[in-house]
C-alpha cells in the first residue's frame, strides 16, 4: 500500500465503463486512478504491458497523459497508439500482446462527456471487475512497483491493412457514401476507403470533438438524415455511418431507408453461414424475431443473449460463435477477425456482400417478412425499483402460463409477436419493445406490456412516434 486512495463520482463508475461529464463528474484525477488501480490489477495477474489510445474529444489529450502516468507508477509498460477508434485499441492489445489496454473515449455521448472502456488479457473488463477497481482505488489498494515506461507505436497502417485483408467483393464496382460524424475513425476511414475498390465519399471525415455536424450516433434516425440525402442524391449502393469511437455502425439502403441492427446482422449472417453451416449466431434480446427466424432458415443456431457489448462479446468467446450483433449497432465478428466490435472492420464485409450481389440492397432488406414494431421505448424508473418491476412481472407472467424468456428481462412471446421489458444495466430507466405481424396485433402487445406495468404501478410509457415497418 502507498499513499495512494481515490474516490470516484459514483455516477462514473457504469456496467461496460467508467463515464462521465469532464470538469464535474470526471477529471484527470480519474484518469491517474484509473491507470494506478487498472496497473496494478495487470500488475496481479503477472502483466507487464497496457496499450491506451484516445477518442477525437477536446478533452481527451488531457485525460490521456494522466492515464499513462498512472499506469507507469504501477510499474507498467504503457503502448500508446494515439489517436483512432476505439477498435483500433483493441486490435493493438491483440497484436501487441498486450496484458492489457485502455481507451480514452466518451463513445457516443455529448462532447462534454467522456470515459474509458478497458480490456484485460483481450476480454472485456466491466461489470464486477469496475466495481472493484472503484473499491480498490478508495482503498488506496495499489502495487508498489518501479515505474514502468512508455512506446509510442503506430499501428493505424497495419490496421487498415488488416481491415482491407478481409475484402471479399465481386467486379461490380460500388459508390458509397460513409458519414464518420466527425469521430475518432476520421484518419483510419480515409486510409481505408483510398485503398478500397468503388467511389467513395466521406461526410464529416475531420475528427473534431464537438461534433459540429450532428450528434455521433447512427441508431438515432435524425442522426443519419445528412447520409441519407447524400445516398440519394448520389444515386450511391449504400451509406455507412460510425457512432464516436466506431465500436458501432449504422447503415442505409439505395433507397436511403435505414437498415436497423438486426437486419443488418441477417444479412452479415447468411454469408458467414455459407462457409461455417450450422454455426451459433448471437443477437441481444431486443432484435426482432425475423432475425432469428432468418439464422435458422440459413442454417445456422440462432441464440438470443442480454443486451450490453461486453456481455455478448463475453458469450461469443465462450461458445466459439463466429458472428453476434445488437441493436445498437454493436457488431462482432470472430469468423476471420478477432472477436471484437468494429464499425469499420463490419463495413467491409457488408461491402464485400454487396459487391457481390446482383440487384441492390434495398432488395435484399424487401424481401425480409414485414413485421410492425415500436421503437426502443425507455422510460425512468428508480434504479432500486427497476429490477424489482422485471421480477415481479415476470411472476405475474408465469402464473398466467405465459411463454417468457427471462435471459434478460421478459420477453414474451404470443400469437401476435413479442414484447420485451427489461431493466436498463447502465441508467436507470426500464426499456420496452413490441413486434407484430399486424397493426392490431401490435396494439394487442402494447396493451398488455401497460397492464403489466401498472400491475406494478407504473404508467404508461410514451408510444408516440411511427413505428416503421421491419
Not at 475531420?206 to 441508431?219: C, Y
Not at 458501432?248 to 454469408?271: H, P, T, W
Not at 461455417?276 to 443477437?283: D, K, L, M, N, V
Not at 445488437?326 to 463495413?347: C, I, P, R
Amino acid at each position: 500500500m502507498d499513499a495512494f486512495a481515490h474516490s470516484f463520482d459514483p455516477t462514473s463508475l457504469r456496467e461496460y465503463d467508467i463515464r462521465g461529464v469532464v470538469g464535474r463528474t470526471l477529471h484527470p484525477a480519474d484518469a491517474f486512478a484509473i491507470g494506478r488501480v487498472f496497473g496494478s490489477i495487470v500488475a496481479g495477474q503477472g502483466g507487464r504491458t497496457v496499450a491506451v489510445g484516445y477518442d477525437g474529444r477536446l478533452s481527451s489529450p488531457q485525460l490521456e497523459p494522466e492515464l499513462v502516468r498512472g499506469l507507469v507508477a504501477s510499474g507498467m509498460q504503457v503502448l500508446r497508439i494515439g489517436c483512432g477508434p476505439t477498435p483500433m485499441l483493441y486490435y493493438a492489445a491483440v497484436t501487441l500482446a498486450a496484458d492489457g489496454g485502455v481507451m480514452v473515449t466518451g463513445s457516443h455521448n455529448p462532447p462534454d462527456y467522456n470515459g474509458f472502456k478497458m480490456v484485460l488479457a483481450n476480454k472485456p473488463f466491466y461489470g464486477r471487475q469496475i466495481v472493484d477497481l472503484g473499491r480498490r482505488a478508495a482503498a488506496g489498494d495499489v502495487v508498489e512497483a518501479e515505474p514502468g515506461g512508455t512506446r509510442d507505436v503506430d499501428v493505424m497502417a497495419d490496421y487498415v491493412a488488416r481491415l482491407l485483408s478481409d475484402w471479399d467483393g465481386g467486379d461490380r464496382i460500388l459508390n458509397v457514401v460513409w458519414d464518420n460524424g466527425n469521430g475518432s475513425a476520421g484518419e483510419a476511414l480515409q486510409r481505408l476507403v483510398s485503398s478500397l475498390p468503388g467511389k467513395h465519399t466521406v461526410l464529416n471525415g475531420e475528427i473534431d470533438g464537438r461534433f459540429p455536424a450532428h450528434h455521433p450516433d447512427p441508431t438515432v434516425a435524425r442522426n443519419l438524415e445528412q447520409l441519407i440525402a447524400e445516398v440519394r442524391a448520389r444515386q450511391a449502393d449504400l451509406g455507412i455511418a460510425f457512432d464516436g469511437d466506431a465500436d458501432r455502425i449504422g447503415a442505409v439502403d439505395d433507397e436511403g431507408r435505414i437498415l436497423a441492427g438486426d437486419q443488418l446482422l441477417v444479412i452479415l449472417a447468411r454469408d458467414v453461414l455459407r462457409e461455417r453451416p450450422g454455426a451459433t449466431i448471437i443477437a441481444d434480446v431486443k432484435a426482432s424475431q425475423v432475425l432469428f427466424d432468418e439464422v435458422t432458415l440459413a442454417g445456422g443456431t440462432p441464440l438470443m443473449w442480454r443486451t450490453g457489448h461486453s456481455l455478448i462479446k463475453a458469450k461469443m468467446a465462450e461458445i466459439g460463435a463466429p458472428l453476434a450483433g445488437e441493436m445498437s449497432g454493436h457488431v462482432f465478428f470472430a469468423d476471420k477477425w478477432y472477436g471484437f466490435d468494429d464499425a469499420l472492420y463490419a463495413a467491409v464485409r457488408l461491402l464485400s456482400i454487396v459487391a457481390r450481389m446482383k440487384g441492390p440492397l434495398s432488395a435484399v432488406r424487401d424481401a425480409l417478412p414485414p413485421v410492425l414494431n415500436t421503437p426502443e421505448l425507455r422510460f425512468d424508473c428508480d434504479d432500486t425499483r427497476k429490477f424489482a418491476v422485471i421480477d415481479e412481472v415476470a411472476d405475474r407472467l408465469r402464473q398466467a402460463g405465459a411463454t417468457v424468456s427471462d435471459i434478460d428481462g421478459v420477453r414474451v412471446s404470443t400469437s401476435d409477436g413479442w414484447w420485451l421489458l427489461r431493466a436498463s444495466n447502465t441508467q436507470a430507466v426500464l426499456v420496452a419493445r413490441a413486434e407484430a405481424r399486424s397493426e392490431e396485433g401490435l396494439e394487442r402487445l402494447k396493451a398488455a406490456l401497460v397492464e403489466q406495468l401498472a400491475g406494478s404501478g407504473l404508467s404508461a410509457p410514451d408510444f408516440s412516434g411511427e413505428h416503421a415497418g421491419h
